[in-house]
């Protein structure tokens, strides 16, 4: 059997230091099969702006500082030269990228550099699901994997490896000899539980470093969920659910046995020396009763802090209660919008603010060590500031309960209702891409312009933790002026001093 080599492209920003789980699946499964791997990961790199995504969090107070220059060094070397050469030493016959929607053009930058290499090239992840059609009209690439990939990718490089013809692979968008696309039919969802536990010595150690409540940890993510129960309109999870309930693949949520998490774990654990999980999960409270009860008894002999999110309308007092006891050490909860209409009828999410205000207060009063994060969303398409300011008021009323208050742009995703939406009123263009979550809005809003939605989130913890009688100054700061951001960084740093300075204890 000859040799097949498999070259992973990971097109990664700055500062989003979570290793992706799917890479490192796709690793050990390629590897088990006898196919060597290798990994090109832009994570460490300066392209473009110097833009850091964990940093800009830090900027707008979303996270309290952190310093992570022990653990990681940046690159000071060009990205480009790197990868020629990666591909002139490591030779190989396929490359792989995995893309989400706001790191595509990057990935593609990348691989118009290779182009000049002819290599067979596959691109996966959420964005070529959701837009196959976008991603293959590049010259550059040859397949697109729609769905899952761990079973299509083996298949593919299976029947390369052999010199077999691979136009019939389910998942696999395949441009044939003639530029034809040949669309073929999803698979059945895969079954999580036969995965084999992924495979992280793909990455560079510094990758396993990641900040949570202004430490450092060693941490890896692992995965107790695929997909999600609920239907927010401006989320992919429940595109994928819809996307495999059309072609009769199955159903798209599934949750991975406790006992295959315990394996995962322990392994990790021995491994890697990991000191802190993040548990990959849209909702991590989908657990069952009895599926809960039995993490918990799994856990009491885990021993390492985590961090997991779920929704407000699943947090009980037992289940914060007894995850506290085993180990749960911060949680985020997704708000999104304080405006109880706005957020039933425009973001489909069905919770009073009543609900909100009391989950954040069953948490509280089992002071989890590292506290609690709440996601909040911006420039949603038919929001004002008036309706924005509501999602303000919101957070102040549960301020005194939470660490920290992230406000990200609303970002219009492909594949969902809220995208359908904006491009119907002619805030973006049907090819407009979606930035990171941490930068620039990206809708055009006659009666929300994009620089008050960037002057809100710059200033949306010191709307909700300063009083309101400061509200006039801190309008000021929202200003992208030299005056707007001297003041901005006065308040900033006044902010750190009054609600950063006392680090949290340590179980």
Known sequence: MRDFNVLFIYPNLRGMNMLPPAIA??????????????LFDTTYYKIGEDFDSDKEKEKKLSV?????????????????????????????????????????????????????????????????????????????????????????????CRRLRAGKNYYDINNLWVKD?????????????????????????IFEDARFYRPMAGQIYRMLPVETHRGCPFQCSYCNSP??????????????????????????????????KVEYFYFWAD?????????????????????????????????????????????????ALGIEHGNEKFRREIINRRVKNEVIVNALDIISHHSLPAGVSVNNIVGFPTETPELAMDTIKLNRKIADKVDTMNCYAFTPFHDTPL?????????????????????????????FPKEK????????????????SRWQEIEQAEKDTTEGNELYERLRQEFIRTYFSKEFEED
Not at 117 to 137: D, Q
Not at 303 to 326: D, G, M
């Open 25 to 38: 699946l796709f690793s050990r499964i390629l590897k088990d099969d006898g196919f060597k791997v290798a």
């Open 64 to 156: 309290r500082p952190f310093d992570i220059s022990r653990h990681v060094s940046l690159k000071t070397t060009d990205p480009f030269e790197d990868l020629d050469k990666t591909v002139n030493s490591f030779q190989p016959d396929l490359i792989a990228m995995s893309a989400t929607e706001d790191i595509f053009p990057l990935g593609m930058k990348l691989l118009k550099h290779i182009d000049k290499y002819n290599i067979l090239t596959i691109v996966g992840g959420v964005f070529p699901t959701f837009a196959p059609h976008k991603v293959m009209r590049n010259k550059e690439i040859d397949i697109v994997c729609v769905g899952e990939g761990e079973d299509a990718l083996l298949e593919l």
């Open 177 to 201: 000899k003639g530029g034809e696309i040949i669309k073929n039919p999803l698979r059945k969802v895969a079954d999580i539980n036969k995965n084999p536990i992924p495979d992280f010595t």
């Open 239 to 272: 595109a994928q659910s819809r996307l495999y309930k059309s072609e009769g693949a199955g159903v798209f949520l599934r949750k991975k046995s406790i006992d295959k998490v315990r394996e995962e774990l322990k392994y990790y654990i021995s491994q890697y």
């Open 283 to 331: 909702t991590f409270f989908a657990y069952t009763d009895k599926e809960f009860n039995a993490f918990i008894e799994m856990y009491k002999d885990i021993k390492i802090p985590f961090w997991c999110q779920t929704r407000p309308e699943t947090i009980t007092e037992e289940r914060i209660k007894r995850l506290r006891e085993v180990g749960l050490h911060r949680m």
């Open 419 to 447: 995208r359908e939406l904006s491009v119907k009123l002619g805030y973006i263009e049907e090819d407009t891409f979606t930035g990171c979550l941490t930068g620039e809005p990206v809708l055009n809003m006659p009666q």
């Open 453 to 468: 939605i960037k002057g809100i989130m710059k200033t949306f913890s010191l709307y909700v933790r300063f009083p309101v």
